[in-house]
């Protein structure tokens, strides 16, 4: 089944649709054989979207999310629990299903389980801990590499008197994560084991302050990269400052060599990198090295090597304090926040006050005469880290983003995805590599891992890597921030496009627009850190590519906010470009392609062009699939392409069949009998070759017959039956004046048998016709043939003894010489 159908698919499909429709009629005699009509290429099911569960569910979920944003835990848990409450199991469990159905069960899924974390989180927030206890312990084992799930369980523990469960489930997760992934629980997870271990208070009742903890108790980015301490804008934790009117302590620094300020750990799966390291480490190390600026795409490792270099260049620094400028669950930081959390970092102990250049002026003091290195970690704009910048003037700031905000000015580092040599000395990333490019490091990670293996479907990829590290789409559409409408439908729309580099005139179709205006779209992206310029090269002058994990989440936009007609109209138009760009490198074109050999240029494209065929065939987009295939199987010819010609040539008959053009079967067909025979599937070829002729004679296409005959003819051949072959060959002369190819394949049939019989002086006559009909095509591939065979009969030596080249590259074992 999946992409090979049986043949009877059409008529089952149909006693299907039959079936349903008598159940229909029986729930409503009125109305339900109606609700079910014909619409091609299909059928349509009319029915009102509050008769559909997954309508009824996704409106319950979004208004429960809609009140859970507004403090409303009782009203959000009833409406999580009614959405909830419409699921009877796994989605399609008892339901066979194919690969369309198994991506949207996989994105109803995590909503479900959104909904589910979501309904848990209030009943929390509502005191109902005790009674979650079975239920979260039965999620966890569910979906044991979800963080947020163990994080209600061990408040729900925690809560009822339970610490040392709390702590176990703790322990049974981080061993899970370490076995499994090779990583530790996240930062969130890792405090509120903390708070657990300490005995706090505060996890003790569901207590909301300031609107920055969670129902479960726990600060989203209470962990090493959280503000530690700062809320509201404020400088000190919500409800720990002095009273209204007494004098706030003088918050203190530590002493001598007493700084507190610890690194989060360094990444154990991190690799190569050592260029850039190497050069950080000179530019940390060098004078004028004072603000240096990490930039790079969303998940391409900034983080990672930031985190390396400062812990590579301890005995360059006293102190490296790390600060993350947007912390997990809040949006980012302002120039308090960074201030108090750099102090915090630092080891400033006490109240800290609230305006910029008292907290500028203490940090100044506080970092006086040290070796100090800030790492300011994903910096949004300048104004964040301006007053950071103008308090320790002498001291080294290094910087990550995605892009460079106006008005820092430093030493720039820019972060590419690694090149392939770099890749394929990373673990278990050679696979990933071939594509020309490795993956982001946010997926390099997992490549590393016994996990890697459920990464390899695109269709599933971003959410098996959000269940990994739940959060990872947020950070990932945080590249989006900033950028406008149009570039937002741009890059969604690049979605569509095949992993690898894409061409300009790619850019313009997908775009509907001109070569120049798809340029300046482009650049504008590129400046966005959403697509990189791909350096020139021979077959690729001008080219750009967007980054594994963006490319997904684009598509993943593209399907969710483009209109499923307007998809397929872009698609379409990405097809004809395609198609024209092949066409016009065919054999009638310039002898080079954007500087390459045609072949070369081609071979380059290959895997691009399959993934357009296979988009446009699951698209239904009969005609423009054909056409591209079309262009293409010259060229697959020429490259012994087997397993690419086969597949595609399979998916354009299909297509054909569809659009009803009989000619193009058997032109398919024929060419699928050539392939089969030289791959030595003579059964097949027979088969194929039958189906060909059948098709040619009802669509009075006379060439595809006569090549059909042709094709029988080289089959009987090769079976010894000379009579039998040498009878197919006369009507296939006939149609030799109206076209080349056809006057060469039957003259190279008759040819052979020429051979076969030991008539020398024949055979010389028949491959000289097929030499003077490959010149008047202008293949060198078959001029060449017709010349290999002439100089064997003129020097009465075969090439490889024993054997015949029955066609261009394809031999034969005979017994004549």
Known sequence: MGENPPRTATTTLQV???????????????????????????????????????TVFEELHGRGREVMEQQGYRAAADLQRQALGLWRGPLLSDTPHGPLLDATAVRLTEVRTAALEQCIRAELHLGRHRELIGELQSVVAELPLREEFHAHLMVALYRSGRQADALQVFGRLRRGLVDELAIEPGRSLQALHQRILVGDPALLKPTVRAGHVTASGHAPGAGPDSDAGHASGSGHASGSGPAPGSAAPRPHAPDGGSAVAQLPPSDELFTGREDELAALRDVLGAPDGRLVVVTGAAGVGKTA?????????????????????????????????????????????????????????????????????????????????????????????????????EGLAGRVVRLDVPGVREARRRPGSRRMSRRGRSAPMSWSRAAGCRWRGRLRDERTRLAELEAASPGFRARLCDALDGVGAA?????????????????????????????????????????A????????????????????????????????????????????????????AVEE?????????????????????????????????????????????????????????????????????????????????????????????????????????????????????????????????????????????????PPALDCAEQDARTGFEAHRVLGLLAVESGERDSAQGHFTTCLTYAASLADARLESYARRRLDELDSDQPRRPGWSEVQPGVWRLCTAA
């Open 305 to 405: 090597l930031a985190l390396t270099i400062a812990h590579r260049t301890g005995d360059l620094f006293d102190v490296p304090v790390f600060v993350r400028l947007r912390p997990e669950g809040r949006g980012p930081l302002d120039a308090v926040g960074v201030l108090a959390g750099v102090l915090r970092r630092y080891g400033v102990r006490g109240p800290l006050p609230e305006r910029v250049d008292e907290l500028r002026d203490l940090l100044a003091e506080s970092t006086d005469g040290r070796r100090v290195l800030l790492v300011l970690d994903d910096v949004a704009d300048a104004e964040q880290v301006r007053p950071v910048l103008s308090a320790v003037p002498d001291r080294t700031v290094l910087v990550t983003c995605r892009r460079v905000p």
């Open 585 to 729: 490198a065919g054999p009638s074109g310039p002898a080079t392609v954007e500087g390459a050999h045609p072949l070369e240029w081609f071979r380059l494209r290959l895997p691009a062009l399959m993934a357009v065929v296979r988009q446009t065939h699951a698209a239904r987009l009969w005609a423009e699939c054909l056409r591209l295939v079309d262009g293409m199987t010259g060229f697959l010819e020429v490259l012994g392409a087997c397993e690419e010609r086969d597949a595609c040539q399979g998916l354009a008959l299909e297509a054909a069949q569809h659009l009803g053009d009989l000619a193009a079967q058997a032109r398919l067909l024929r060419s699928l009998g050539d392939l089969a025979w030289q791959r030595r599937r003579l059964d097949t070829a027979g088969e194929l070759y039958e189906r060909a002729l059948m098709a040619a004679d009802v669509a009075g296409a006379e060439i595809e017959r006569c090549r059909a005959l042709t094709g029988l003819a080289g089959l009987r051949l090769d079976a010894g039956a000379t009579d039998a072959a040498a009878a197919l060959v």
């Open 487 to 527: 570039g937002l439908r741009a890059f969604r729309l690049f979605g569509l496009l095949p992993a690898g580099p894409f061409a300009p005139e790619a850019a313009a179709a997908v775009l509907d627009t001109d070569r120049a205006t798809a340029r300046a779209t482009t650049d504008s992206l590129v400046r």
């Open 16 to 54: 299907y649709v039959s079936q349903l429709r008598k159940l229909l009629h029986e729930a409503d005699a009125e109305f339900g054989r109606d609700a079910l009509v014909t619409r091609p290429p299909g059928y349509e099911l009319r029915i009102d979207p509050a008769q559909l569960d997954l």
């Open 529 to 580: 850190r959403l697509l990189c310029a791909e350096l020139p090269s021979a077959g690729r002058p001008e080219h750009h590519h967007m980054p594994e994990l963006l490319r997904l989440l684009a598509r993943e936009r593209l399907d969710a906010e483009e209109a499923p007609e307007a998809v397929r109209a872009v698609l379409a138009r990405l097809c004809g470009a395609f198609a024209r």
